[in-house]
């Protein structure tokens, strides 16, 4: 189990860390952008079908964001468990066995319930009658299959907590070409599969999830990956992961909930502004996939420095993956800022969305920075076991830095560049904080 263990010596060079760091983070990085990849190949292939279809999907991966949020609980309690579990030398079999186990109990009920209740909130949030029409098509397949999508993560919590972030970016690109390549198939119906339209695109999403599982069942059955599962389930590590991954599941939904309600106040300026917001996420999304996939490995980094008791060690990790992470998220942040257009132009051709995703691009350019070191210290945090304070912070700053100003300022100029201001102000205050948060928190055990 040794091999496994990312423990970090305060006398290494800044650059051996960074390549610790890198190579825990890369392959993370590189599955997030294959979901990058999927999520915007879907909106790239349902355009062909209007701009409904388009704010459909767009508007729906975002609401599912809010779904997949509680996917949290287990994801990050067996995540931060498993780690610190390899870092102390125990093992790690009890977290993850909880962890799939409670994956599948979460996603249960939203089998039955989770498409009317993305449904109602999209109304909620002032979305048309005919996207939500349109994405309730969608979200049929997608919410048929979401046992198998919520245990799939809580396998891939496990590999990342081990230390093996390379065999879920292969299990990754697996579900990408079976999720694109079906997508097509199905929503415009080649080769003879049934023209399915926009729940094409959910279908693929839903055999995705069943290929992956399938490749993991095989993947232990074969090699015992991530590592071979004694059957143990300790009470006390049910209790640990629920501590753990309550704040986050409360967090991620909170948080989701309010991005959408944020997306609410870009969307009364129309389907174009809507569809222009969601393209810059998707722009975006390159640069921050990046800050995720750091962040996670940063909760593998400081959760099994954390369990060996090595703080020093921990310290400095963490400091080089922040700096490194900015380093990186800084230059896509320039790339972006210095061709907004052509980014845009991969999504649309319409001269009146390009027109508003140039202006939400350049805006949230500039904070791309300020969101690596609120990841890194974030991510950090959790892998201490100390999800409650990313819970607090990411919650009050969205609503006092970003919902609550932009609310105000609407009122005096009714332009969707209000609350895009808002979003890169709130990042870069949420930076602040959290380094200050992971500050306080460390010297307690220096």
Request: no cysteine; charged share 15%.
């Amino acid at each position: 189990m040794s091999h496994n263990r990312v423990l970090i010596d305060p006398s290494e060079g800044k650059l051996k860390v960074a390549r610790k760091v890198l190579k825990l983070a890369f392959p993370i990085i590189l599955s997030n952008l294959l979901y990058t990849v999927e999520s915007a190949f879907s909106v790239i292939l349902v355009s062909g079908l209007s701009a409904s279809a388009v704010a459909a999907v767009g508007y729906s991966a975002s609401m599912l964001w809010f779904i997949y949020s509680l996917m949290a609980l287990a994801y990050t309690g067996t995540s931060v468990l498993v780690a610190q579990r390899v870092g102390a030398g125990k093992d790690p079999s009890p977290a993850l066995l909880w962890g799939i186990i409670l994956s599948f109990l979460i996603a249960l009920p939203l089998t039955f319930w989770g498409k009317d209740l993305v449904s109602y909130l999209m109304l909620t949030f002032g979305a048309s009658q005919n996207v939500v029409n349109l994405a309730r098509e969608y979200l049929e397949p997608v919410f048929l299959f979401i046992t198998i999508g919520f245990i799939t993560n809580a396998i891939y919590a496990g590999y990342n907590g081990y230390g093996d972030t390379k065999t879920p970016f292969k299990v990754a690109l697996l579900m990408n070409v079976v999720n694109i390549g079906s997508a097509y198939l199905l929503i415009y119906g080649k080769f003879g599969f049934p023209r399915l339209e926009v729940a094409g695109a959910g279908w693929g999403i839903a055999l995705s999830e069943v290929v992956g599982l399938a490749f993991y069942v095989y993947l232990y059955a074969k090699h015992r990956k991530p590592f071979p599962i004694k059957l143990s389930l300790r009470g006390d590590i049910l209790l640990q992961m629920l501590r753990i991954g309550t704040p986050t599941a409360i967090e991620r939904a909170f948080t989701s909930l309010s991005f959408n309600i944020f997306v609410g106040l870009v969307a009364q300026f129309g389907d174009k502004v809507l569809a222009a917001h969601q393209i810059g996420l998707r722009v975006e999304s390159v640069s921050f996939m990046i800050g995720f996939g750091m962040m996670i490995a940063s909760t593998t980094l400081a959760g099994q420095n954390y369990g060996a008791k090595n703080f020093k060690g921990l310290d400095y990790g963490v400091r080089v993956s922040a700096h490194t992470t900015a380093l990186i998220m800084g230059l896509i942040g320039l790339l972006i800022a210095l061709f907004p257009q052509y980014f845009s132009l991969i999504f649309t051709r319409d001269k009146e969305v390009i027109s508003y995703a140039v202006y939400y691009l350049v805006i949230v350019a500039l904070s791309q920075p300020q969101m690596a070191y609120a990841s890194i210290f974030s991510g950090s945090l959790k892998g201490m076991g100390k999800t409650h304070i990313p819970l607090v912070v990411n919650l009050s700053s969205f609503w006092l830095f970003r919902i609550i100003p932009s609310m105000i300022f609407l009122k005096l100029l009714p332009s969707p560049i209000v609350p895009w201001v808002f979003m890169s102000i709130e990042t870069t205050l949420r930076a602040l904080i959290f380094y200050w948060a992971y500050k306080r928190e460390i010297r307690k055990n220096l």
